[in-house]
């Protein structure tokens, strides 16, 4: 994949609704920012990488010179063989990196107009694909770990969720089956750095074999300790917000099997609250619906599953 540095395309974008409608109010608009943050300005042939093509249907397929190739707009990215406009896409974009508190696919149903409730789910999960960044650096140096049972209001069922957070800064969130050592050492490997000092609970799972060689701080504390000082504090405030977030974006109605991507995407935003501007955040998911491979609707659903990162990565533990 391609790296460039986007800052200039961060820089330029629109930060108000006025900003934006001005700045992407046509379709051609909308691709000439697209083949920016794709080909930097210079599109190229998929299959041989010239940049000696001419620009068929109004700019949306590139007919190589060389070869003879045809690349579209959006093949190989998020939004291949997507049938709407650029411009409806980057309204999308914008509707989700404005709002503080994120979007429900029912919202963006009626926002976009859209006709069946189906088509704004797949847009949703697109756009969240996009807005989680599939590198990103291990947590540290300071990192408490915890785990909380979210979810079933008012029913009997509870999702387990580990949480990983620095102190006054990112978290990381993993919808896991157990809270054994190996899902901890799993959940710690994949999010926390290898020298990170943590703190745990007195919970019996958080040892050397589930932390590795990190300096690891064990505190039992009863309530009225945990009042004055608490040691996971972080972790506790994390959970208590992606509890609130939930109920009130998406009404506390988020299923087990897609507990994962909403737990990815609060992540997204609360490692990104002081990220100032929105413009940031929606260039930055444009960049990644840019970068990232076609998801299909199988693909979609699949990846959506309960506990994604640890079955797909269970072979790891072996
Ligand atoms: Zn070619």
């Given at each position: 994949m391609m790296q460039r540095d986007h800052d200039d395309l961060w820089r330029d974008f629109p930060k108000t609704a006025t900003e934006f409608e001005a700045r992407f109010a046509t379709e051609a608009d909308c691709r000439a920012y697209w083949i920016e943050a794709r080909w930097g300005g210079k599109p190229a042939c998929a299959?041989?990488?010239?940049?000696?093509v001419w620009s068929e249907r109004e700019g949306f397929l590139f007919e190589c010179a060389e070869c003879g190739h045809q690349t579209s707009l959006?093949?190989?990215?998020?939004?291949?063989?997507?049938?709407?406009?650029l411009k409806m896409w980057f309204r999308a974009v914008f509707e989700i990196s404005t709002r503080r508190t994120g979007i429900s696919a029912k919202d963006l149903q009626r926002i976009m107009g859209f006709g069946s409730y189906k088509t704004a789910w797949s847009w949703l999960h697109k756009l969240r694909a996009a807005m989680v960044r599939s590198m990103s650096e291990p947590l540290g140096p300071f990192v408490q770990v915890d785990e909380a049972l979210v979810g079933g209001k008012g029913g009997p069922h509870k999702e387990l969720v580990l949480a990983a957070a620095e102190v006054g800064g990112r978290v990381r969130l993993a919808h896991a089956e157990s809270n054994d050592k190996a899902t901890l050492k799993h959940f710690a490997d994949g999010?926390?750095?290898?020298d990170a000092h943590v703190v745990t609970d007195g919970?019996?799972?958080?040892d050397s074999e589930s932390l590795g060689e990190r300096p690891h701080e064990a505190i039992v504390q009863t309530k009225a300790e945990r009042r004055e000082n608490d040691v996971v504090q972080s972790c506790h405030w994390t959970i208590s917000l992606l509890k609130r977030w939930l109920m009130g974006t998406h009404a506390g109605a988020v299923s087990p099997k897609h507990l994962q991507a909403y737990l990815d995407e609060f992540a997204f935003r609360h490692n990104r609250r002081?990220?100032?501007?929105?413009g940031r955040i929606a260039a930055r998911v444009i960049e990644q619906l840019v970068a990232r491979q076609p998801l299909t609707m199988r693909k979609l659903i699949d990846g959506t599953r309960r506990c994604r990162w640890f079955a797909s990565n269970q072979a790891a533990l072996a």
């Amino acid at each position: 994949m391609m790296q460039r540095d986007h800052d200039d395309l961060w820089r330029d974008f629109p930060k108000t609704a006025t900003e934006f409608e001005a700045r992407f109010a046509t379709e051609a608009d909308c691709r000439a920012y697209w083949i920016e943050a794709r080909w930097g300005g210079k599109p190229a042939c998929a299959r041989c990488h010239s940049t000696r093509v001419w620009s068929e249907r109004e700019g949306f397929l590139f007919e190589c010179a060389e070869c003879g190739h045809q690349t579209s707009l959006t093949s190989a990215t998020l939004l291949e063989k997507t049938h709407k406009p650029l411009k409806m896409w980057f309204r999308a974009v914008f509707e989700i990196s404005t709002r503080r508190t994120g979007i429900s696919a029912k919202d963006l149903q009626r926002i976009m107009g859209f006709g069946s409730y189906k088509t704004a789910w797949s847009w949703l999960h697109k756009l969240r694909a996009a807005m989680v960044r599939s590198m990103s650096e291990p947590l540290g140096p300071f990192v408490q770990v915890d785990e909380a049972l979210v979810g079933g209001k008012g029913g009997p069922h509870k999702e387990l969720v580990l949480a990983a957070a620095e102190v006054g800064g990112r978290v990381r969130l993993a919808h896991a089956e157990s809270n054994d050592k190996a899902t901890l050492k799993h959940f710690a490997d994949g999010q926390i750095a290898a020298d990170a000092h943590v703190v745990t609970d007195g919970l019996a799972s958080y040892d050397s074999e589930s932390l590795g060689e990190r300096p690891h701080e064990a505190i039992v504390q009863t309530k009225a300790e945990r009042r004055e000082n608490d040691v996971v504090q972080s972790c506790h405030w994390t959970i208590s917000l992606l509890k609130r977030w939930l109920m009130g974006t998406h009404a506390g109605a988020v299923s087990p099997k897609h507990l994962q991507a909403y737990l990815d995407e609060f992540a997204f935003r609360h490692n990104r609250r002081k990220t100032k501007g929105v413009g940031r955040i929606a260039a930055r998911v444009i960049e990644q619906l840019v970068a990232r491979q076609p998801l299909t609707m199988r693909k979609l659903i699949d990846g959506t599953r309960r506990c994604r990162w640890f079955a797909s990565n269970q072979a790891a533990l072996a």
